[in-house]
């Protein structure tokens, strides 16, 4: 009994001493504004969506609208950035009332509803909530909300989208969608687009930067004026914080970024007509999958994206291994006899040999390109004068150097090829008439292929990464977020 008392004394006197110990470093933070207790532990703790305009891997390395953009804030105020995934849209809300987060970036409209419980920064753009639909022959396209009375119509759970239909409800009763938080915009997009439901609701920026990746979809009307887009912020804090926002928003540098990555992801098409991009996306479920692996491999043998010469086999036969040109030419990648032979291609219809061999040869095509012509243009004027035959290539360099242009830039080469088909032209250069339509053409459909390949693959990443778990705060974080609001 007696030894059990001393325990006791021991254990009081230990847990005294910690408390002292820890005292000064809470009235230490205690004196600190919520802006310089980021900085002391010097990390800066985002909340975002894995999507493509918030936040996504390109290649291993983060991208994303609202990643550079809260990366460039977190430069500004000397603090690494932390992301923090949710699995979904009313987790994203949570983390910051919970203040797991420090701010929320995800193309975040401030509505009355949301100022009850949040703060915002400066907004950096406005966007409208737009009913989107599938265009279908017979179909009239909806024009008011009495039309989707009775419709299949789904949302994102705890959106401004669904804030923005409870309101209509009120005047329109009948009125019923469904809410998920299983889904993003773009999964909807899909099923809209698949026909699984009849309609959805999408910020027209976002929108507007994607629609041309789902053939047929369109926006119906706009349900609501352009609202603002803001970071989401707790609502109870001191002002550094915002202070130290509304200081960033402010620079002409800021700006100028938030212009650059306007056109970087919400200005993006794909310039495929509608039938060619619904062939592309049927052939890339039913086709890709069972030649992927050899685009890899070539990829890893060669040190050429595989999305550039998946795209490319794509252009020459649609990834089909028994393709046949009248010309002679066969294989998922087309290959001539003499290019086949030049890299050791015995079968050109085998298309693990077509492919990884075809990756070797665009080596060989690259090689006959100056080596001080950059990438990417140094690709495409490979890939041009594989098409058209390099000294046809030549001669409108030459026709671009002539008229002022750089002969480096296939911006500005594409521009003259043409010109080989006119005489006033082609007769001044030495190896005359050519049809330079036709590598301009061969060039920008390979560009268009890899854009949407990419951006499926992107959807495709965004789609198995939901399982990631966001970042806990650490022990001594989770203290310190017990101390008072006015941090």
Partial sequence: MLLSLHRRKDALILLSLLVLLSFPALVSYNSLTRLEVIQER????????????????DKGEPSGFEYELAQAFASEIGV??????????????????????????????????????FSFAP??????ANLIYRVTQGKPAPTSIKDLIGKQIRVVANSSHSELLRQYKQDFPELNWEETDALSVNDLLEQVHNQEIDYTIADSIRFDG???????????????????????????????????LNSFFAKEETRELIRQLREKYFERSNALNYFDTVTFKKDLRERLPEYEQYF???????????????????QESHWDPAAVSPTGVRGIMMLTNAAAS????????????????????????????????????????????????????????????????????????????????????????????????EPVLYVNNIQKYIDLLRWEKQLDRIRQNRDITPTEPSPRESLLETLPPTL
Wanted: glycine content about 6%.
């Fill in 42 to 57: 010097g990390v800066l703790r985002l909340a975002t969506r894995n999507t493509p305009s918030d936040y996504f891997l």
């Fill in 80 to 117: 690494r950035l932390e992301l923090q995934i949710p699995d979904n849209f009313s987790d994203l809300l949570r983390q910051v009332r919970e203040r797991s987060a420090h701010l929320a970036a995800a193309g975040l409209t401030i509505t009355p509803e949301r100022q009850q419980d």
């Fill in 123 to 128: 907004p950096y753009m406005e966007s409208a």
């Fill in 210 to 244: 994607q629609y041309s990746f789902f053939p047929g979809l369109e926006k119906a009307f706009a349900l609501e004026q352009p609202q603002p887009v803001a970071w989401m912020l707790p609502k109870l804090q001191d002002g550094s914080m915002l202070e130290a």
């Fill in 296 to 314: 890899y491999i070539a990829e890893q043998e060669t040190d050429i994206d595989w999305t550039l010469l998946a795209s490319v086999a794509y």
């Fill in 342 to 437: 030049e890299v050791g291609v015995e079968d050109r219809t085998d298309p693990v040999q077509s492919i990884i061999g075809g990756a070797h040869y665009l080596i060989s095509v690259k090689n006959q390109i100056p080596d001080r012509i950059p990438e990417p243009d140094h690709t495409w004027m490979a890939l041009a004068g594989y098409n058209v035959g390099f000294g046809h290539l030549e001669d409108a360099r030459i026709l671009t150097q002539r008229a002022g242009k750089n002969p480096d830039s296939w911006e500005d080469v594409a521009k003259h090829l043409p010109l080989l088909t006119k005489e006033k032209y082609y007769s001044t250069v030495r190896l005359g008439y050519a049809r330079g339509y």
